[in-house]
């Protein structure tokens, strides 16, 4: 089942990637959800050919680059969160300042996971649901410290957009997510969490696309007055 799952994850990604791009009307700080989307797309597409692929020094090489792109992409989530305050219209979030420290959570968040988590992973093959995957010898307790971060940015953020702008997506798509972190779900099943995070950037997506028109309209709006 799984196989077929991730092969859907993979292709519901590119969807999203093309519906963004096609819908983009400026690119702002919240184009950064393009990196993640690539990223998901390399990860989902590679645990779902893991099984053609086979068991091997290939497969684990691009699996270990799972690990790696997922360090150094996953934290441009908070800069898609300053984007999305920007473009709400909050006004300490247009300050330099503020951007400048985005940018410093934003390395600061990839060296904090390369350390706790990339660096030196010792990968095994794992065959569950019908996939092929290599998976960390020793998976930690919890959830990473730089996607607790980045969670926690992702969901202030929301909060914020949908009080600025009555845009509550983010902030559901963010609670939806850790809920899906955070809870146990019975079922048979290695692509559950994956399909909350599609949730997620579903949810993110659809916030780039409607914050971004609604502050094109209002530039409109005062240029024509």
Known sequence: ????????????????????????????????????LFGLVYDNGIIALGKFVGE????????????????????ALVLFSLGALRAAGVRWAQKKG???????????????EIWQVTWGTVLEPVREYGVLKYSAVEEASGPPLMI?????????????????????WMFVGSVIMGIGSGVTIPVESAAVTNIFELILL?????????????RLTTERGREDE
Do not use: C
Not at 2 to 17: E, H, K, Q, R, S
Not at 56 to 75: K, Q
């Open 202 to 214: 579903t949810s993110l997506v659809w916030t780039k696309i409607h914050l971004e028109n609604r």
């Open 56 to 75: 091997g020094p290939l497969l684990e090489n691009l699996n270990a680059l799972r690990f790696w792109i997922h360090a150094f992409l996953t934290p």
């Open 1 to 36: 089942m799984d196989l077929v799952l991730f092969f859907l994850l993979t292709a519901a990604y590119i969807g999203l990637i093309v519906w963004a791009f096609i819908r983009q009307e400026r690119w702002t700080l919240m184009a950064t959800v393009y990196l993640v």
């Open 98 to 112: 503020v951007l400048y420290g985005a940018i410093a959570a934003f390395i600061l968040l990839i060296i904090i």
């Open 148 to 168: 607790l971060l980045v969670s926690a940015a992702l969901l202030i953020a929301g909060a914020i957009v949908w009080k600025k702008a009555g845009w509550a």
